[in-house]
């Protein structure tokens, strides 16, 4: 159970609960009390919702790399303890504050929650709220914040990504990874390139519709994609493992190529020879997910909209690895120990 979770480029794991029939005195939550243990769950008072917030009945809440790394004390943000973690949820409306008027009662919504959504309700601002399309169901739809907003920013945002061009996606088994080959492939019209670390990994990619599959834990990635694509090389690579992996994909790159830095799933941040992006007119950029909802919500906003409605016209297909009961978290160490 916890390999879905802890092992760099692997998909994500789900927490599920049944649906309450509203919202109580209490509620149960995830709680880390102490970094790099298991989480504690614990009942918790439920407050009044202001004028401007809505509380959600959250039915799964997703479970991401950033969850593991803050509740090791390894994330940009550090949390006062004891907090919950959950970045991500999807659940329906059990109460609106007397100044919403954007989701009413029972409206079915996903929501960005910082590090509040592991647990049976979340009260929460209405602006980070989300109404979910009548076909999408709910375990799907807590997958796509996160993964999905990332894939969409990356690609479509800042890679500006262009049908029949060829994207070079790293941890193409991971859950960012998956949802990039998904996007790149299914909605962009690109050619994929999905690199990982296993056979299996890389399987798991192509079905996700990857032309061509790279696993660098055979022998370097850059010769790898060469025997792929010729000299040319690639016009877009995803990046989210950093260090040798990220210096490969970054001379894997063609002429005014672009490569986006997600993350550091290898634990090595790597510097960047600044001679690579001249000589080939290269561009490196990066890409925080979250900080678009502080820096610039309305491109933050459109991807989330963006990701439900592909996934409601059925041009995109969440991979979920597994689903965990809330109560699972108390004796799992999926968030505690690496």
Not at 72 to 98: A, C, D, I
Not at 194 to 223: F, I, P, R
Not at 304 to 311: D, G, I, K, R, T
Request: proline content about 5%.
């Amino acid at each position: 159970m916890a390999a879905v979770a802890r092992g760099r480029g692997l998909p994500r794991a789900w927490l599920c609960r049944r649906a309450g029939p509203g919202c109580g005195r209490h509620y149960r939550a995830a709680l880390c009390t102490e970094l790099k243990q298991p989480l504690a769950i614990e009942e918790v008072a439920s407050r009044p919702v202001r004028p401007h917030e809505v509380r959600v009945d959250v039915h799964f809440c997703g479970v991401n790399f950033a969850d593991i790394l803050v509740c090791r004390g390894q994330y940009q943000e550090k949390p006062q303890l004891p907090f919950t973690p959950g970045m991500e949820f999807s659940g329906t409306v059990l109460e609106t504050g007397t100044d919403v008027s954007t989701v009413k009662e029972g409206d079915r919504v996903i929501g960005v929650s910082g590090f509040n959504g592991m647990a049976e309700e979340c009260i929460i601002d209405p602006k980070t709220l989300w109404q979910i399309p009548e076909r999408v169901p709910l375990r799907e739809a807590a997958t796509l914040p996160v993964s999905y907003g990332t894939a969409i920013l990356a690609l479509e945002h800042r890679a500006c990504t262009r049908p029949g061009e060829t994207v070079l996606v790293t941890a193409a088994a991971g859950a960012t990874g998956l949802a990039v080959v998904d996007v790149a492939t299914n909605v962009l019209q690109a050619q994929v390139i999905a690199a990982a670390g296993s056979d299996e990994k890389c399987k798991l990619a192509m079905q996700k519709g990857a032309q061509s599959t790279v696993n660098y834990g055979q022998g370097g990635l850059k010769e790898a994609v060469r025997k792929l694509v010729g000299s040319g090389g690639v016009s877009v690579a995803i990046d989210t493992v950093g260090g040798d992996v990220f210096l490969e994909a970054l001379r894997s790159l063609a002429w005014e190529g672009r490569i986006v830095v997600v993350g550091f799933a290898g634990g090595t941040i790597a510097s960047v020879p600044a001679n690579l992006l001249l000589l080939k007119n290269v561009s490196a950029m990066g890409l925080y997910w979250g900080r678009y909802k502080e820096q610039n919500f309305p491109v933050f906003s459109r991807t989330l909209s963006s990701a439900l409605q592909y996934c409601q016209q059925g041009r995109i297909q969440p991979h979920i690895g597994a689903v965990f009961k809330l109560e699972e978290m108390k004796k799992s160490r999926l968030l505690g120990s690496m």
